[in-house]
């Protein structure tokens, strides 16, 4: 699949994530065990947002988004988030504007995350609703603001990825 292949599965998957979590954003009061997927979710959507940012560029190659260490594999989050802040991948206005506390933070919720999915006890980190406001920015940034792919063949994706993206932030603003 070439890199321009990727976009459209990429910003699918993104918004899978995005629905999860808000469907499960809706019952976390009642059952604080929902965060977990919450989590989920949101690890998904950003980590799907990036492949499609990274695969937007007519110049982008499908190594872009690979695992250098582990071929035919999709690159961990951490080496992810570096390339969508590396202007060797990204260039502004599309580049990541995120600082290494927001990475952080992504960072935590991704560890949840893995902890949750592995069957580890996991910790829910007391700042879950403020790494989860900072990941929303994110795929926000990077599909509805400044995407690096084409918008016009990807309208309807980015249009249904802004309505969850805005339903996730209010509602985590509720909570928070």
């Not at 009061?29 to 499609?52: F, K, M």
Request: aromatic letters at 4%; charged letters at 25%.
């Amino acid at each position: 699949m070439s890199a321009s292949e990727k976009v459209g599965p990429a910003l699918a998957a993104a918004l899978e994530g995005l629905k999860l979590a808000h469907r499960e954003l809706d019952h976390v009061d009642q059952d604080p065990e929902r965060w977990r997927w919450v989590a989920v979710g949101l690890v998904t959507a950003i980590n799907c947002a990036i492949i499609a940012a990274l695969s937007g560029y007519e110049t982008a190659l499908e190594e872009d988004t690979a695992d250098l260490k582990m071929p035919g594999r999709v690159a961990p989050l951490k080496l992810l988030l570096r390339r969508a802040r590396s202007d060797r991948y990204l260039l502004p206005p599309e580049q990541l504007p995120a600082t290494s506390g927001q990475v952080d933070a992504v960072l935590r919720l991704a560890e949840y995350r893995n902890e949750v999915v592995h069957g580890v006890l996991a910790g829910r980190p007391s700042t879950i609703i403020r790494d989860g406001q900072i990941v929303v920015e994110m795929v926000t940034h990077l599909v509805c603001l400044a995407p690096a792919f084409d918008r016009s063949n990807h309208a309807v994706y980015c249009a249904l990825i802004f309505d969850q993206v805005s339903a996730i932030r209010e509602r985590l603003a509720v909570l928070g």
